[in-house]
């Protein structure tokens, strides 16, 4: 590759070339090593789970999921988005929040209910992959409404990652493993997977997340504050709640969504009126 090249991984030139070969700027780098570190987490609570040592496994798919949430924002803040990093990503997010997930569960709980138990986690990891490709097709979709951008459309795949270990959660809070109960989990974890392939309207948080009211500040960083000290302290009794105040939000946003798609066809049929009126 000469020096007027651009590179095809990393959609740049390079800044130099040599008998050695050419550089690449660190901030391209950084994210992916951070994503190779989550892919290496999740592997690691996969085989953590299979020697039985279940919550050091949870908590490396949990690490796996918060790594792999934080290395897009790094790659935008560095400005060291690349279509090999994107790549990277996805291939990651299927690791992390379908095998790893559903591999551990079955460890721990599925593999009592025999076939079943190994095809609910089958359908969870074909279904968190189906959900990764339909959000990689969607955002080359241009002409939708701008509000549409808070929404994801099913479960999102880290929260299905969360929501799917409920059973282990309350395995790890005195919920003995039974084969009664293995087999409640199998349904709730089909339960978990069709979720996330559904057309279900799933608040983002997006526009939240860009601009907040200087009144909110002190109170957000209060509430980020006492959820760590909470999440840290009482893990599995916070994770419990929080995958259940998830699934209390899915009716708000489905709510929310309407609201949105009234006002829409408000205002498209006001505009249409208001055309029909000039031409006569």
């Known amino acids: 590759m000469t020096e007027t090249e651009v590179d095809p991984l990393?959609?740049?030139?390079p800044q130099t070339a040599g008998p050695v070969g050419r550089r690449i700027p660190m901030r391209y780098l950084a994210p992916n090593v951070i994503t190779v570190l989550a892919i290496c987490a999740g592997l690691t609570g996969i085989r953590l789970a299979f020697e039985n040592r279940f919550e050091l496994a949870v908590s490396m798919v949990l690490l796996a999921a918060f790594l792999d949430g934080i290395d897009g924002r790094l790659a935008r803040m560095m400005k060291g988005s690349t279509k090999f990093g994107?790549?990277?990503?996805?291939?990651?997010?299927?690791?992390?929040f379908g095998v790893a997930p559903a591999l551990v569960l079955y460890a721990y709980m599925l593999d009592q209910a025999r076939s079943f138990g190994w095809i609910a986690a089958l359908l969870y990891c074909i279904a968190c992959c189906l959900r990764l490709a339909r959000f990689n097709?969607?955002?080359?979709?241009?002409?939708?409404?701008l509000w549409q951008n808070n929404f994801f459309t099913?479960?999102?795949?880290?929260?299905?990652?969360m929501l799917v270990m409920l059973p282990v959660y309350l395995g790890f809070l005195g919920l003995a493993p039974?084969?009664?109960?293995?087999?409640?989990?199998a349904a709730y974890t089909v339960g978990v997977a069709v979720l996330m392939i559904s057309r279900l309207p799933v608040y983002s948080g997006k526009?939240?997340?860009?601009?907040?009211?200087?009144?909110?500040?002190?109170?957000?960083?209060?509430?980020?504050?006492?959820?760590?000290?909470?999440?840290?302290?009482?893990t599995w009794q916070t994770l419990t709640l929080t995958a259940i105040a998830f699934f209390l939000?899915?009716?708000?946003?489905a709510r929310a969504w309407k609201r949105y798609e009234a006002a829409d066809r408000a205002a498209l049929a006001a505009a249409e009126s208001a055309g029909s009126g000039t031409i006569s």
């Open 178 to 185: 039974t084969r009664a109960i293995a087999f409640a989990a």
């Open 137 to 145: 097709v969607m955002l080359d979709v241009v002409g939708k409404p």
């Open 207 to 234: 526009a939240a997340g860009t601009r907040l009211r200087s009144d909110w500040v002190m109170p957000t960083f209060l509430f980020i504050v006492v959820y760590v000290a909470f999440l840290m302290s009482y």
């Open 249 to 253: 939000s899915l009716p708000f946003s």
């Open 10 to 13: 990393f959609d740049e030139k």
């Open 154 to 161: 099913g479960v999102p795949a880290p929260a299905g990652a």
């Open 86 to 96: 994107a790549q990277m990503d996805s291939l990651a997010d299927i690791v992390n």
